[in-house]
């Protein structure tokens, strides 16, 4: 990692402070036209307008000067296959057989090391230079998967979730572990990693149907030893998905109920796209705290279905929003916003530009309970950061001579922008963001 040392960031300041409960909500975030963020030994120690933090500083102190440009907490992708970095963008039907044709193949090739550690270059390559800070991943089922991809986030001083994928049925014979080597080796990986700088472990069965009882249950005794880690899954994203899931569990009274039965749920538990749920599902999803991730570009991309935002939150339940790379078909929380907005908008839920940035900032923030670091521009908090430019190509600089107000800029940046529109990323105070080419 590189010196981390003293610098003062200067631009517009946006930053949450919770979910804004309606486009006039200016008391749920703060904005500073002239602002400024001291960053020491990679957090930040100060936020206020430039002239205050400025007289504050040390004399010598390094000013990077952003303006005109936005400064915000880094992106949150909170759902993300790392070894499907080559499948992104292959053509396919539906869920079961984008696994079986793209994805099982690919994971395969991750039992080599150096395969795994040059896909991490590319894999953070890309989280960087389209504004993503922080993901949880899902790594393939060999360990080496799990070294490659968090010996590149350490190089880069990266916050980054991630497991070994727990899978030891209905899956070519090269990808498949047992229920007692995946324990050991999610044992081992977890006592290795899981504190280790900014690095946090995540339980990672991929799904009920790649999982045997006997796996699930090991999966809910590591859970039950480390309730400090994270536990990530999929749940009721197709409907040959869940017909397949309740052949193999028809003790369970729902998908869910799988989870549920081995001791899955918490607050601490991502359950990957949660489109077709009942109302028991709902109900336990809400008194465990489970998390709902919302993953739109993979949700169309695969025909699964549309996920209801607004009957979740209604519910009581927590939500998340997600790239899903590679059945999600780009990198960028904002190419993600604009396609969740449109499935939310085929529902008549409009989703506001204020609660968009919220929700893949702060929002996302909470939803993996690291709202105390990351997602915010809070001081104290660790100085993950972007810099977004909403002039960044001729159609948004065109389309932003007519914009009047921070939420149109911003959503101009939500339906427009890409990783065009990211100037830097830093992480935990240092530049990140890879140059072109």
């Not at 799990?146 to 049925?169: I, Q, S």
Request: glycine share 8%; aromatic share 8%; charged share 20%.
């Amino acid at each position: 990692m590189a010196d981390q040392r003293t610098k003062i960031l200067r631009g517009r300041l946006l930053t949450f402070h919770y979910a804004p409960l309606g486009p006039d909500d200016t008391a749920s975030y703060s904005y500073e036209e002239d602002g400024a963020l001291l960053i020491e030994g990679g957090t930040i120690a100060a936020r206020g307008p430039f002239s205050g933090i400025e007289k504050s500083a040390p004399d010598d102190v390094e000013v990077i000067d952003h303006r005109p440009h936005l400064i915000l907490p880094g992106f949150i992708d909170t759902h993300i296959h790392f070894p499907q970095a080559e499948v992104i963008a292959s053509w396919a039907d539906q869920l079961l057989d984008w696994l079986n044709d793209y994805t099982f193949p690919a994971e395969m090739k991750f039992a080599d090391k150096a395969h795994g550690k040059r896909i991490a270059r590319a894999f953070y390559d890309a989280l960087l230079s389209h504004g993503t800070t922080t993901a949880s991943a899902y790594c393939s089922s060999h360990p080496n998967s799990v070294d490659a991809y968090f010996e590149e986030a350490e190089a880069r001083g990266m916050l980054m979730l991630g497991g070994k994928t727990m899978m030891d049925r209905n899956a070519p014979a090269g990808l498949c572990d047992t229920a007692q080597s995946s324990y050991d080796d999610s044992k081992a990986l977890l006592e290795k990693w899981h504190g280790r700088g900014r690095a946090h472990y995540v339980i990672t069965p991929r799904f009920a149907i790649t999982s045997s009882p006997g796996q699930l249950e090991a999966a809910g005794t590591l859970l039950k030893a480390y309730p400090h880690c994270h536990l990530q899954t999929h749940i009721n994203e197709n409907h040959n998905e869940i017909a397949f899931t309740r052949e193999l569990f028809p003790e369970a009274a729902d998908y869910l109920g799988v989870y549920e039965g081995f001791g899955l749920l918490g607050a601490k538990t991502l359950l990957g796209h949660c489109i077709h749920m009942n109302a028991r599902e709902l109900s336990v999803m809400q008194e465990t705290g489970s998390v709902a991730v919302f993953c739109p570009t993979s949700n169309l991309f695969l025909g699964s279905g549309l996920y209801d935002k607004k009957g979740l939150e209604a519910a009581g339940i927590r939500t998340a929003i997600a790239t899903d790379v590679g059945g999600g078909t780009n990198y960028s929380m904002l190419r993600t916003l604009d396609e969740g907005y449109k499935i939310l908008q085929l529902q008549r839920q409009r989703m506001h530009p204020l609660i968009s940035f919220y929700w893949i900032t702060l929002g996302n923030a909470k939803a993996l309970s690291l709202a105390d670091r990351i997602g915010t521009l809070e001081p104290g908090t660790d100085a993950d950061l972007i810099v977004l430019d909403a002039r960044a190509t001729p159609p948004m600089a065109l389309r932003m001579e007519t914009v009047e107000s921070l939420s149109e800029e911003l959503f101009v940046l939500q339906t427009l922008g890409d990783d065009r529109a990211v100037v830097e990323a830093y992480a935990a105070g240092e530049k990140r963001k890879p140059a072109p080419g």
